[in-house]
């Protein structure tokens, strides 16, 4: 008998706890998510701030080239014979050249060489320029028309300077001048000589937008002079 009453409590408990959780539980529309903000183009990049911190992304790019451990700028120097690698105590550093840029050799490492960085972060500095140009009439809060012209500017001069770099290191390489919006498989290499003419145009332009100083603005004030590159060759190439 004691068992049968047992037995029955744990029945009734059971049914009760399924009870209430079918009466308590939460509905699906509970489980949507509801952010305070979507981090996306359209909302960051709507004001001259979020225009800044794209530049400020190709300032930081181009620090790194000569800043770290092994930076960047070592393998310019070796690969255009501006220098000789030192290093006898290791087989990773520059000594037989045309063992260190097959396809399938380490491009970015600082104990190999660093040319695969140049590729990539040159790329990513014309992508982060290329975002400021295609959406620079899309903030309402320039403090100014300078403001607004100074951004540009100094858009079109990181451009410049990394066309100006991989033409000189790789020779012909593709030509993006606007903002990708959707995956894209379809590039092709633009001559050299093209490419230094477009870009000695556009930063002409930039140079005569002159500076923004206005300490009230968060984000850059540094002054972007964007020299007019002569399509010359540099020391050599990667």
């Known amino acids: 008998m004691k068992n049968i009453l047992k037995k029955s409590s744990v029945y009734l408990g059971l049914m009760a706890t399924g009870l209430m959780l079918s009466t308590t539980g939460c509905d699906e529309a509970w489980l949507e998510p509801k952010p305070l903000s979507f981090y996306a183009p359209e909302n960051t ?6 225009l800044w911190s794209a530049l400020v992304a190709c300032e930081r790019n181009m620090r790194h080239e000569y800043t770290g451990d092994g930076p960047p700028i070592l393998t310019e120097h070796i690969f255009t014979e501006v220098a000789v690698e030192g290093t006898t105590d290791k087989s990773g550093p520059a000594q037989d050249m045309n063992l260190l840029i097959t396809p399938d050799a380490n491009l970015n490492s600082a104990n190999f060489n660093r ?20 959406r620079i009439d899309d903030p309402t ?29 790789f020779g012909d390489v593709p030509l993006i001048l606007e903002e990708m919006l959707e995956p894209r498989l379809d590039f092709y290499s633009t001559d050299r000589e093209v490419i230094l003419r477009k870009i000695e145009g556009r930063s002409g332009m930039g140079r005569t937008m002159g500076p923004f100083r206005n300490g009230s603005r968060s984000g850059t004030k540094r002054s972007h002079s964007a020299p007019a590159y002569q399509s010359q060759p540099g020391p050599g190439r990667i």
């Open 141 to 169: 809060d320039y403090e100014s028309e300078e403001e607004r012209n100074h951004i540009l500017g100094t858009a079109y001069f990181h451009r410049a300077l990394r066309y100006y770099r991989l033409t000189n290191q």
């Open 115 to 134: 040319i695969g960085w140049y590729w990539m972060e040159g790329f990513n500095g014309i992508k982060y320029a290329n975002t400021v140009i295609s």
């Open 45 to 50: 990049f709507n004001s001259a701030s979020g």
